[in-house]
């Protein structure tokens, strides 16, 4: 919605207040349909409106709707457009959207600081997390999947911030990422050999990168009669095609700072549920050590993401997180990754919002202080015709390549 000119900032929060009780007040139960009927018998009633134009007193309708029946507010429109990918909101008066990869800023605005910021406590509480002075930052997911980053203006300058990533409403297969580009056929079918033969994956990039996408797609090749444990910060994966499946989520601290459940503790935990795999849905900290001694420990086909430039980047950035964990020297470090770890897999994000799969590597012992990789594939050379160094998981999967 853009300004409504008649109508003061006032005078509308008046109006979605007024509106609110007579919904209240309804003996009937009230749906989309009612909600409307009552809205505009409402707004078409006021004294003002006589004097206002048709379509500002449908923005005002509009307005009052979204204020009372869309779960995202104003936003609501825009997360149930299948076509946006991302929305992000700095502060009231600018909110901008993700459409095929280019970023539009958008003529609506939040009425005041405070509606935004009760737009994002709504959204905290429904999910049972807690966000206020003392916690400023919240992570958390939308009925439909979509995930949301908060922060309030205590420590966002230009005032609360809210930014929605949204996920396709039906799952993508390999088809479509071969299909739209994101890989050739030839990388496919090697991932696809890869998973279900239980090479334990890592997958790297940037943001929106399409790492949790592919996390999915891959997830489509486990075999039906695995015991899968997924454990992530935030639930964003869509694994449903599995029926032996475990799934766990991180809960932050309360304002007293209890009852906090962090990753590197489900982690942990997940060994003892006999676990066939366990899928990590991004690695941030101290949980690279536990995921990384899993993977060494018989979890074959275990996977996970994180956020990184290359696979060299997305290396380093493992042993600086398993450092952290445990003062053991980097040699020993260097020596779990690669043991743990067999495929790196790389996306990257070109222009225009392009998604695609830069590189798959195998990892070797490290050499000089440094791990090694064997490239199996990259965008510029397709399958690098390398074999395979370790194809014994291949051999007794019966996928020789």
Same mark, same amino acid.
């Not at 379509?55 to 923005?59: A, G, L, P, V």
């Not at 309708?61 to 779960?71: M, N, S």
């Not at 601290?253 to 700072?257: D, E, I, M, P």
């Given at each position: 919605m853009g300004m409504i000119s008649t109508y003061s900032t006032a005078e509308v929060r008046r109006c979605i207040a007024e509106a609110r009780n007579l919904m209240n007040s309804s003996s009937c139960e009230i749906d989309d349909g009612k909600a409307q009927e009552i809205i505009e018998n409402y707004v078409f009633g006021l004294a003002k409106s006589g004097s206002c134009s048709h @379509? #500002? +007193?449908?923005?005002l309708?509009?307005?009052?709707?979204?204020?009372?029946? *869309?779960?995202m507010d104003i936003l609501q429109p825009y997360v149930d457009d299948p076509g946006i990918t991302e929305i992000m909101v700095n502060g009231k008066d600018a909110i901008f959207v993700e459409r095929s990869g280019e970023i539009h800023r958008l003529p609506d605005r939040f009425d005041e600081k405070e509606d935004l910021e009760e737009l994002i406590r709504r959204i905290s509480a429904r999910v049972h997390r807690e966000i206020n002075e003392m916690e400023p930052i919240v992570d958390a997911r939308l009925s439909d999947g979509s995930r949301i980053n908060a922060v309030l203006s205590s420590v966002a300058l230009n005032g609360p911030i809210l930014t929605v990533r949204k996920f396709p409403r039906e799952a993508l297969s390999l088809d479509d990422l071969v299909n739209n580009g994101t890989m050739p056929r030839e990388a496919a079918d090697l991932l696809v050999d890869l998973v279900s033969s239980r090479y334990n994956c890592f997958i790297s990039g940037g943001t929106s990168s399409g790492k949790t996408t592919l996390l999915n797609v891959l997830s489509r090749s486990i075999a039906p009669d695995e015991r899968v444990v997924v454990i992530e910060d935030s639930a964003e994966l869509r694994i449903d095609q599995l029926e032996n499946i475990v799934r766990l989520e991180c809960r932050n601290? +309360?304002?007293? =700072?209890r009852g906090g459940i962090h990753m590197a503790a489900l982690v942990r935990n997940s060994l003892r549920m006999r676990p066939d795999r366990i899928i990590v *849905? #991004?690695?941030? =900290? @101290?949980e690279v050590m536990d995921m990384i001694q899993a993977m060494n420990t018989g979890h @074959?086909?275990?996977m996970s993401t994180g956020h990184a430039n290359s696979i060299h980047g997305m290396l380093k950035r493992l042993e600086a997180m398993f450092l952290s964990a445990v003062d053991i020297p980097v040699e020993a470090i260097r020596s779990q990754i690669a043991e743990g770890i067999d495929i790196m897999i790389h996306l990257g994000r070109h222009r225009g919002g392009r998604r695609r799969l830069i590189e798959i590597a195998e990892l070797t012992p490290p050499s000089g202080g440094i791990i090694g990789t064997n490239s199996l594939y990259h965008w510029e050379k397709g399958l690098t015709g390398s074999p395979l160094l370790n194809d014994e998981k291949l051999r007794i999967w019966g996928k020789d390549r």
């Open positions: @379509d #500002e +007193n449908r923005r309708i509009r307005r009052i709707f979204l204020a009372l029946r *869309g779960e601290a +309360n304002s007293r =700072g *849905g #991004e690695v941030r =900290g @101290d @074959d086909g275990s």
